[in-house]
Protein backbone atom coordinates (compact mmCIF):
# COMPACT_ATOMS: atom_id res chain seq x y z
CA UNK A 1 0.00 0.00 0.00
CA UNK A 2 1.37 3.51 -0.72
CA UNK A 3 1.58 5.36 2.43
CA UNK A 4 3.54 9.12 3.20
CA UNK A 5 3.84 10.38 7.03
CA UNK A 6 3.22 14.03 7.45
CA UNK A 7 5.32 15.35 10.37
CA UNK A 8 3.58 18.82 11.49
CA UNK A 9 6.18 20.54 13.16
CA UNK A 10 5.42 22.97 16.20
CA UNK A 11 1.44 22.98 15.88
CA UNK A 12 0.87 23.88 19.30
CA UNK A 13 2.90 27.11 18.45
CA UNK A 14 3.44 27.83 14.68
CA UNK A 15 -0.44 28.12 13.83
CA UNK A 16 -1.23 31.28 12.12
CA UNK A 17 -4.13 32.04 9.81
CA UNK A 18 -5.19 28.10 9.39
CA UNK A 19 -1.92 26.68 8.45
CA UNK A 20 -2.93 23.48 9.39
CA UNK A 21 -5.57 24.19 6.52
CA UNK A 22 -2.40 23.27 4.49
CA UNK A 23 -1.89 19.28 6.15
CA UNK A 24 -5.66 18.88 5.50
CA UNK A 25 -5.01 19.81 2.22
CA UNK A 26 -2.10 17.41 1.62
CA UNK A 27 -3.83 14.78 3.28
CA UNK A 28 -7.51 14.85 1.02
CA UNK A 29 -5.45 15.29 -2.49
CA UNK A 30 -3.24 11.75 -0.97
CA UNK A 31 -6.12 10.20 -0.13
CA UNK A 32 -7.79 10.69 -3.49
CA UNK A 33 -5.41 8.79 -5.00
CA UNK A 34 -5.94 6.00 -2.95
CA UNK A 35 -2.74 6.91 -0.92
CA UNK A 36 -2.72 6.49 3.51
CA UNK A 37 -1.72 9.24 4.75
CA UNK A 38 -0.56 9.26 9.04
CA UNK A 39 0.25 12.77 10.45
CA UNK A 40 2.80 12.94 13.46
CA UNK A 41 2.49 15.80 15.69
CA UNK A 42 5.90 16.98 16.50
CA UNK A 43 6.75 19.69 18.96
CA UNK A 44 9.07 20.91 21.40
CA UNK A 45 10.86 18.10 23.11
CA UNK A 46 9.51 15.37 20.76
CA UNK A 47 11.82 13.12 19.49
CA UNK A 48 12.74 13.29 15.66
CA UNK A 49 14.51 10.54 13.39
CA UNK A 50 15.32 11.40 9.81
CA UNK A 51 13.48 8.35 8.64
CA UNK A 52 10.01 9.41 10.77
CA UNK A 53 8.79 11.37 7.46
CA UNK A 54 8.11 11.98 3.96
CA UNK A 55 6.43 15.68 3.91
CA UNK A 56 7.69 18.02 6.86
CA UNK A 57 5.41 21.32 7.26
CA UNK A 58 6.20 24.35 9.58
CA UNK A 59 4.23 27.04 9.46
CA UNK A 60 3.93 30.48 10.76
CA UNK A 61 4.01 32.22 14.41
CA UNK A 62 4.34 35.42 15.95
CA UNK A 63 7.90 36.61 16.83
CA UNK A 64 7.40 35.13 20.50
CA UNK A 65 6.35 31.81 19.05
CA UNK A 66 9.61 31.54 16.96
CA UNK A 67 11.62 32.42 20.25
CA UNK A 68 10.20 29.64 22.28
CA UNK A 69 10.87 26.87 19.64
CA UNK A 70 13.60 28.64 18.19
CA UNK A 71 16.30 26.66 20.60
CA UNK A 72 14.41 23.09 20.10
CA UNK A 73 14.60 23.31 16.23
CA UNK A 74 18.31 24.50 16.13
CA UNK A 75 19.77 22.49 18.53
CA UNK A 76 17.61 19.81 19.21
CA UNK A 77 16.55 18.36 16.20
CA UNK A 78 18.53 20.62 13.99
CA UNK A 79 21.08 18.57 12.55
CA UNK A 80 18.38 15.70 11.60
CA UNK A 81 16.23 18.18 9.87
CA UNK A 82 19.57 19.58 8.02
CA UNK A 83 19.96 15.73 7.06
CA UNK A 84 16.18 15.04 6.52
CA UNK A 85 16.50 18.62 3.48
CA UNK A 86 19.48 17.07 2.01
CA UNK A 87 18.39 13.78 1.73
CA UNK A 88 14.97 15.22 -0.40
CA UNK A 89 12.54 15.19 2.20
CA UNK A 90 9.70 16.91 0.86
CA UNK A 91 9.39 20.24 3.47
CA UNK A 92 6.48 23.13 2.97
CA UNK A 93 6.88 26.15 5.37
CA UNK A 94 5.29 28.73 5.55
CA UNK A 95 6.51 32.64 6.88
CA UNK A 96 7.87 32.12 10.47
CA UNK A 97 8.57 28.62 9.73
CA UNK A 98 10.41 29.58 6.61
CA UNK A 99 12.41 32.18 8.16
CA UNK A 100 13.38 29.23 10.76
CA UNK A 101 15.19 27.58 8.21
CA UNK A 102 17.57 30.48 6.70
CA UNK A 103 20.43 32.01 8.95
CA UNK A 104 18.95 34.61 10.76
CA UNK A 105 15.35 36.41 11.27
CA UNK A 106 16.60 39.70 12.61
CA UNK A 107 13.13 41.19 14.37
CA UNK A 108 12.20 45.07 13.34
CA UNK A 109 13.25 45.97 17.52
CA UNK A 110 16.69 44.67 16.13
CA UNK A 111 16.59 41.62 18.37
CA UNK A 112 18.38 38.46 16.08
CA UNK A 113 17.55 35.30 16.16
CA UNK A 114 20.03 32.79 15.15
CA UNK A 115 18.06 30.39 12.88
CA UNK A 116 18.83 27.03 11.46
CA UNK A 117 21.08 28.08 8.57
CA UNK A 118 19.84 24.98 6.65
CA UNK A 119 19.63 27.16 3.32
CA UNK A 120 21.09 30.47 2.54
CA UNK A 121 19.07 32.92 3.15
CA UNK A 122 18.19 35.57 5.63
CA UNK A 123 15.44 37.92 6.81
CA UNK A 124 15.23 41.07 8.61
CA UNK A 125 12.12 42.42 10.31
CA UNK A 126 10.60 45.99 9.39
CA UNK A 127 8.19 48.35 11.24
CA UNK A 128 5.84 48.37 8.16
CA UNK A 129 3.78 44.88 7.53
CA UNK A 130 3.20 43.15 4.50
CA UNK A 131 -0.23 42.14 4.70
CA UNK A 132 -2.07 41.47 1.33
CA UNK A 133 -4.06 38.89 -0.76
CA UNK A 134 -1.26 37.83 -3.47
CA UNK A 135 -1.18 36.42 -6.60
CA UNK A 136 2.02 34.60 -7.90
CA UNK A 137 3.19 32.76 -10.77
CA UNK A 138 4.38 28.93 -10.38
CA UNK A 139 6.32 27.46 -12.75
CA UNK A 140 5.83 23.61 -12.81
CA UNK A 141 8.37 20.93 -13.15
CA UNK A 142 6.70 20.05 -16.79
CA UNK A 143 7.58 23.62 -17.73
CA UNK A 144 3.33 24.85 -16.84
CA UNK A 145 2.85 28.04 -15.87
CA UNK A 146 -0.21 28.53 -13.16
CA UNK A 147 -1.54 31.45 -11.08
CA UNK A 148 -1.52 30.47 -7.17
CA UNK A 149 -3.60 32.39 -4.45
CA UNK A 150 -2.32 33.08 -1.23
CA UNK A 151 -2.55 35.68 1.72
CA UNK A 152 0.41 37.10 3.30
CA UNK A 153 1.03 38.87 6.57
CA UNK A 154 4.64 39.94 7.50
CA UNK A 155 7.51 41.97 8.87
CA UNK A 156 10.62 40.06 7.68
CA UNK A 157 12.00 40.47 4.15
CA UNK A 158 13.81 37.79 3.27
CA UNK A 159 17.09 37.70 0.97
CA UNK A 160 17.95 34.21 -1.07
CA UNK A 161 21.67 33.63 -1.18
CA UNK A 162 23.66 32.00 -3.82
CA UNK A 163 22.09 28.70 -5.53
CA UNK A 164 18.58 29.13 -3.72
CA UNK A 165 16.06 29.55 -6.12
CA UNK A 166 12.91 31.57 -5.37
CA UNK A 167 9.33 29.80 -6.00
CA UNK A 168 7.35 32.13 -7.54
CA UNK A 169 7.17 35.25 -9.22
CA UNK A 170 5.05 37.79 -7.82
CA UNK A 171 1.90 39.50 -9.54
CA UNK A 172 0.50 40.68 -6.53
CA UNK A 173 1.71 41.51 -3.31
CA UNK A 174 5.07 41.68 -1.61
CA UNK A 175 6.25 38.43 -1.59
CA UNK A 176 10.12 37.70 0.23
CA UNK A 177 11.35 41.46 0.61
CA UNK A 178 8.89 43.62 -1.63
CA UNK A 179 11.77 44.69 -4.07
CA UNK A 180 13.02 41.86 -6.21
CA UNK A 181 9.61 40.43 -6.98
CA UNK A 182 10.36 36.88 -5.69
CA UNK A 183 8.15 34.99 -3.60
CA UNK A 184 9.63 32.12 -1.21
CA UNK A 185 12.35 29.45 -2.39
CA UNK A 186 13.04 26.44 -3.16
CA UNK A 187 16.18 24.30 -2.38
CA UNK A 188 16.08 20.01 -3.55
CA UNK A 189 12.61 18.88 -1.84
CA UNK A 190 12.31 21.98 0.45
CA UNK A 191 9.94 25.27 0.02
CA UNK A 192 9.16 28.37 1.45
CA UNK A 193 6.45 31.17 1.47
CA UNK A 194 4.99 33.69 3.05
CA UNK A 195 1.62 32.11 2.14
CA UNK A 196 -0.97 31.23 5.08
CA UNK A 197 -3.38 28.70 5.86
CA UNK A 198 -5.40 28.79 2.53
CA UNK A 199 -2.45 28.05 0.28
CA UNK A 200 -2.35 24.36 -0.91
CA UNK A 201 -6.57 24.46 -0.19
CA UNK A 202 -6.85 26.56 -3.20
CA UNK A 203 -4.00 25.53 -5.38
CA UNK A 204 -3.84 22.05 -6.06
CA UNK A 205 -1.15 22.18 -8.47
CA UNK A 206 0.84 22.92 -5.61
CA UNK A 207 -0.16 20.34 -3.20
CA UNK A 208 -0.10 17.56 -5.64
CA UNK A 209 3.47 18.60 -6.53
CA UNK A 210 4.14 17.86 -2.93
CA UNK A 211 2.57 15.12 -2.91
CA UNK A 212 4.39 13.63 -6.12
CA UNK A 213 8.01 14.20 -5.42
CA UNK A 214 7.38 12.56 -1.93
CA UNK A 215 5.96 9.67 -3.53
CA UNK A 216 8.96 9.70 -6.19
CA UNK A 217 11.49 9.98 -2.96
CA UNK A 218 9.49 6.73 -1.23
CA UNK A 219 8.65 4.66 -4.33
CA UNK A 220 11.19 5.40 -6.95
CA UNK A 221 11.46 8.13 -9.76
CA UNK A 222 8.87 6.13 -12.06
CA UNK A 223 5.91 6.47 -9.65
CA UNK A 224 3.38 9.27 -11.41
CA UNK A 225 0.79 10.99 -9.54
CA UNK A 226 -2.90 9.68 -11.14
CA UNK A 227 -4.78 12.55 -12.03
CA UNK A 228 -7.63 13.81 -9.47
CA UNK A 229 -10.26 16.60 -10.30
CA UNK A 230 -9.93 19.50 -8.58
CA UNK A 231 -13.31 21.32 -9.01
CA UNK A 232 -13.64 22.67 -5.46
CA UNK A 233 -9.68 23.90 -4.80
CA UNK A 234 -10.41 25.47 -8.38
CA UNK A 235 -13.25 27.46 -7.50
CA UNK A 236 -11.98 28.69 -4.41
CA UNK A 237 -8.70 29.87 -6.39
CA UNK A 238 -11.34 31.55 -8.81
CA UNK A 239 -13.31 33.44 -6.49
CA UNK A 240 -10.24 34.54 -4.63
CA UNK A 241 -8.80 35.99 -7.66
CA UNK A 242 -12.01 37.70 -8.76
CA UNK A 243 -11.87 39.10 -5.60
CA UNK A 244 -8.03 40.16 -5.82
CA UNK A 245 -9.19 41.94 -9.05
CA UNK A 246 -12.39 42.78 -8.65
CA UNK A 247 -12.89 43.29 -5.25
CA UNK A 248 -15.92 41.45 -5.09
CA UNK A 249 -16.69 38.47 -3.09
CA UNK A 250 -18.37 35.74 -4.76
CA UNK A 251 -20.38 32.81 -3.53
CA UNK A 252 -18.64 29.19 -3.38
N1 LIG B 1 7.07 36.93 12.82
C1 LIG B 1 7.32 36.87 11.43
C2 LIG B 1 7.13 38.17 10.67
O1 LIG B 1 6.35 39.01 11.05
C3 LIG B 1 6.44 35.81 10.83
C4 LIG B 1 4.99 36.11 10.97
C5 LIG B 1 4.12 35.07 10.39
O2 LIG B 1 4.42 33.87 10.42
N2 LIG B 1 3.00 35.54 9.89
O3 LIG B 1 7.77 38.34 9.66
Same mark, same amino acid.
Given at each position: MTKLVIGHFYPDLLN???????? +?????????????????????????????????????? *??SEQNIMNDDLVHVKGDTIKSMIEDNIVFLTICGGYQML???? *????????? /? +??????????????FINDTVYELELDDGRKVAVVGFENHSGRTYLGEGVKPFMKVIKGHGNNGEDG?????????????????? +??????????????? /???KYGEDFVLPEAESL????????????????????I
Open positions: LYGDRGNV +LALIRRAQKRGIDVEVKQISVGDPLRSDDIDIGFIGGG *QDGKYY *QEHDGNRLE /C +LGAIDYYTEGKKERFEGMRYKNTFGTYSHGSF +LPKNPEVTDLLIELA /CKRDETKAREAALNYIENGKEQM
